[in-house]
C-alpha cells in the first residue's frame, strides 16, 4: 500500500521567505510526527498530532514554525522568515494511534536550503 | 528526559564480517528502544524495536540487539554484513508512556567487498 509521502523533496528559498511543507500520511493513522534532521545529528521532534487532540507543539523551536493538520489525513509545517539554520531535511511519520508501542512510518523527507 | 548516545558515526566492514553498532541510552523511567534504517534517498525504515519483553529483540534482515538495563545499552548486530546493508543507522529511545522519539546522531555503515 502507499506509504507515507512529502512534497516537495527539495526547497531552496532565499532568507526571509515563508515555507510550505506538505505530509500526506497512511490512510487511517490517527497519529502524526514532524521531525527536522540537522546535517550530521539525529532526528529532532519537532510537533506531534493524535487524533482531534490538541497537538503537542514542545518540540517546535522557535515561533516561525507551525503545522496544522486536516482531520486526520494531510498535515502542513509552515516556516515563516526562513533563517539559514532551518536549512534542515523534515521528516513526517504516522502511526496506526499514538503510544510507543505503535511504529512510526515515515515519509522520505524535504530537503530544505536556505540561502 | 532521555538521551541516545550512538558510539561511531561512520563504521566500515567487510563483507561477512560481524557488524556491531553501539547505542547507549538515558532514561528516567523504563524505556522503548528502537533501531531504524535509513537507505540512500529513502525514508527511515524500521528494523526492530524493544518494549519491555525479552531483552533480545531479533529484527529484520538478519539484525539483532540485545537491551542490557545495567550497562544502558541497546547494540545491534548483525554476523555477517552484506553489501545491501550499507545505510545510515539510528537509534531511539522512548519512555513507555510517551509517545516522542528521541534519536542518537547516526552511524553509517560501509561494506567493503
Redesign the interface.
Known amino acids: 500500500g502507499a506509504?507515507?509521502s512529502q512534497s516537495p523533496s527539495n526547497k531552496v528559498t532565499e532568507k526571509g521567505k515563508d515555507v510550505e511543507l506538505r505530509c500526506d500520511p497512511i490512510s487511517g493513522h490517527t497519529?502524526l510526527?514532524w521531525?527536522r534532521q540537522r546535517l550530521?545529528?539525529?532526528?529532532?521532534?519537532l510537533i506531534?498530532f493524535?487524533g482531534n487532540s490538541a497537538p503537542?507543539k514542545?518540540?517546535l523551536p522557535s515561533d516561525r514554525f507551525s503545522a496544522e493538520r486536516t482531520g486526520e489525513s494531510v498535515s502542513t509545517l509552515t516556516i515563516q522568515r526562513t533563517q539559514q539554520e532551518d536549512s534542515a531535511v523534515y521528516?513526517c511519520?504516522s502511526s496506526p494511534s499514538?503510544?510507543?508501542?505503535n511504529?512510526?512510518?515515515?515519509?522520505?523527507?524535504t530537503r530544505l536550503t536556505v540561502l | 528526559a532521555q538521551s541516545?548516545t550512538?558510539l561511531g558515526?561512520h563504521v566500515s566492514v567487510s563483507e561477512g564480517a560481524l557488524v556491531l553498532l553501539r547505542c547507549n541510552y538515558s532514561s528516567s523511567v523504563p524505556p522503548?528502544l528502537f533501531w531504524?534504517v535509513q537507505y540512500p534517498?529513502?525514508?527511515?525504515?524500521?528494523l526492530l524495536?524493544y518494549?519491555s519483553a525479552a531483552t533480545l529483540v531479533k529484527g529484520i534482515n538478519g539484525f539483532e540487539a540485545e537491551f542490557k538495563k545495567s550497562e544502558t545499552s541497546f547494540h545491534l548486530t548483525k554476523p555477517s554484513a552484506h553489501m545491501s546493508d550499507a545505510a545510515e543507522y539510528?537509534c531511539?529511545v522512548?519512555?513507555?508512556?510517551?509517545?516522542?522519539?528521541?534519536?542518537?546522531?547516526?552511524t553509517t555503515v560501509t561494506v567493503r567487498a
Not at chain 2, 41 to 46: D, E, I, P, R, V
Open positions: 506509504g507515507v497519529a510526527y521531525y550530521g545529528q539525529g532526528l529532532e521532534f506531534y493524535q503537542d514542545s518540540g521528516l511519520a499514538g503510544g510507543p508501542h511504529e512510526q512510518f515515515f515519509g522520505p523527507g | 541516545v550512538q558515526s522503548y531504524y534517498n529513502q525514508g527511515l525504515q524500521l524495536k518494549t539510528f531511539a522512548t519512555p513507555f508512556n510517551d509517545y516522542k522519539l528521541s534519536f542518537g546522531a547516526g
